[in-house]
């Protein structure tokens, strides 16, 4: 009796670790193009809960500063997101578009002027991608959007000194999900 129930969990066992390639059902990946861009750490996670449909949850955070002086270059956030995309073949496969609920805490030198910035933003997003199967546990996914919404920011005329220039609030729209990102399906 006992030599059966070693058998009947070590073909449990295997069957866990190997098996269920076809019902995967959540996906972990993270954005190399925002890793790229002044080193953001981010994950995403994700969860199919129809054929056709995943909910989404994402984060992101930059801490880092780069250079010295007047010539410090910097663009801090928090980000935090959550949304739904819709896959027209089947999720974690091929074509997809997706619409998302953001809030964002800024900081940083400013790429469109030379003031730096900081402030919340809160705003819903649109975007599309492809997704690549490169192994049944391994995605590829290329993306691209647009997310717009509120914002308010304070100004200042450096990174040092403090000098309030300019302080309100404004409405925004800004690219977003400009990914290509490693997923991993479990």
């Given at each position: 009796?006992?030599?059966?129930?070693?058998?009947?969990?070590?073909?449990?066992?295997?069957?866990?670790?190997?098996?269920?390639?076809?019902?995967?059902s959540?996906?972990?990946?993270?954005?190399?193009?925002?890793?790229?861009?002044?080193?953001?750490?981010?994950?995403?996670?994700?969860?199919?809960?129809?054929?056709?449909?995943?909910?989404?949850?994402?984060?992101?955070?930059?801490?880092?500063?780069?250079?010295?002086?007047?010539?410090?270059?910097?663009?801090?956030?928090?980000?935090?997101?959550?949304?739904?995309?819709?896959?027209p073949?089947?999720?974690?496969?091929?074509?997809?578009?997706?619409?998302?609920?953001?809030?964002?805490?800024?900081?940083?030198?400013?790429?469109?002027?030379?003031?730096?910035?900081?402030?919340?933003?809160?705003?819903?997003?649109?975007?599309?991608?492809?997704?690549?199967?490169?192994?049944?546990?391994?995605?590829l996914?290329?993306?691209?959007?647009?997310?717009?919404?509120?914002?308010?920011?304070?100004?200042?005329?450096?990174?040092?000194?403090?000098?309030?220039?300019?302080?309100?609030?404004?409405?925004?729209?800004?690219?977003?999900?400009?990914?290509?990102?490693?997923?991993?399906?479990?």
């Open positions: 009796m006992e030599v059966m129930k070693v058998k009947v969990l070590s073909v449990a066992l295997a069957l866990l670790l190997c098996g269920g390639a076809y019902g995967q959540l996906s972990v990946s993270a954005n190399a193009v925002d890793c790229a861009d002044m080193g953001t750490l981010n994950v995403e996670m994700g969860w199919a809960f129809s054929k056709s449909w995943s909910v989404t949850a994402g984060v992101k955070y930059n801490p880092f500063s780069f250079g010295r002086g007047e010539s410090v270059s910097y663009r801090r956030q928090r980000t935090f997101d959550a949304g739904v995309r819709f896959w073949w089947h999720c974690y496969s091929g074509w997809w578009v997706s619409a998302k609920a953001r809030y964002q805490e800024f900081s940083n030198t400013g790429s469109r002027s030379a003031m730096p910035s900081e402030g919340d933003r809160v705003g819903a997003g649109v975007s599309g991608g492809y997704s690549y199967m490169l192994t049944p546990f391994l995605n996914d290329l993306g691209l959007g647009l997310w717009g919404g509120r914002e308010v920011y304070t100004s200042y005329s450096c990174p040092h000194c403090g000098d309030v220039v300019e302080r309100g609030s404004r409405v925004f729209v800004l690219p977003s999900d400009i990914m290509v990102a490693v997923a991993f399906i479990f």
